[in-house]
């Protein structure tokens, strides 16, 4: 890998999404929303939203994250650039680390402005500190990152890509234990939860909203997360194409 490349790439995503408003709406503009709608369903148990309200802003970064970031790239594919930048000295670690570094600089400002409107606006009571709720999100945005780069190697159409969101995200949204704890599910849904990186971001979420500090739980949680977009990364390289057949 070439720093000065990965750099160039990144310069160009970003350059590119500044003329996409509506792309960078849905980044940044939409979790926030959600949220604030969130808030008012729950507006007459606080309790709640304070429960459910920390475990989505984890899981609203990584679903928008994943959503943009696998139609971006299977668009620079079908679009021809992709095949033209590999035709250059560039490698494909390269190329995707410039992808994720930029969207990892929209990712942060995405965690800043929804852990800063949970926290700040709408009440959302932690008994941690709010720059670990932000470290969570900021760590789950980049997992929806690298987990979009993946998909979009296995798409052909930007319909396609949208139609892996039910099929890779969904299945995660249901046994992270968002809707119920993972230890009261039929051992074979436990075990699986158990491997899908999205139990790990919410369960990390519910360390910061319990404990005041930094535990070993909270640590092994933002460990898994990070290595599985590492490994999500990694896929990618290994699977990207030059263009959709």
């Known amino acids: 890998m070439n720093t000065h490349r990965t750099l160039a790439t990144a310069r160009r995503v970003l350059l590119q999404l500044r003329h996409d408003p509506r ?139 949208v139609q892996f969101m039910p099929a890779v995200i969904l299945p995660q949204i249901l046994l992270c234990g968002l809707l119920v704890p993972r230890a009261s599910m039929q051992p074979v849904l436990e075990g699986l939860s158990n491997v899908l990186p999205m139990s790990y971001a919410v369960d990390g979420m519910k360390q910061v909203l319990t404990h005041t500090g930094v535990t070993g739980d909270f640590v092994r949680d933002l460990a898994i997360v990070a290595g599985c977009a590492l490994l999500a990364l990694a896929g990618g390289a290994a699977t990207l194409r030059r263009r959709t057949a």
């Open 23 to 161: 792309t960078v709406a849905l980044m940044l503009v939409v979790p926030c929303v959600l949220l604030a709608l969130l808030n008012w369903v729950y507006d007459a148990s606080p309790r709640t939203f304070d429960s459910v309200g920390a475990s989505l802003l984890g899981i609203f970064p990584l679903i928008t994250m994943f959503l943009v970031t696998s139609i971006a790239t299977l668009r620079e594919r079908t679009s021809g650039t992709l095949e033209r930048l590999l035709a250059m000295p560039l490698a494909k670690g390269d190329l995707l680390a410039g992808y994720a570094l930029a969207f990892g600089a929209l990712a942060a400002l995405q965690a800043i402005l929804a852990t800063g409107l949970a926290v700040l606006v709408l009440g959302l009571n932690v008994i941690g500190s709010a720059w670990l709720l932000l470290v969570v999100a900021l760590a789950d945005a980049i997992l929806g990152t690298a987990l979009g780069l993946f998909v979009s190697a296995f798409a052909a159409s930007e319909f396609q890509a």
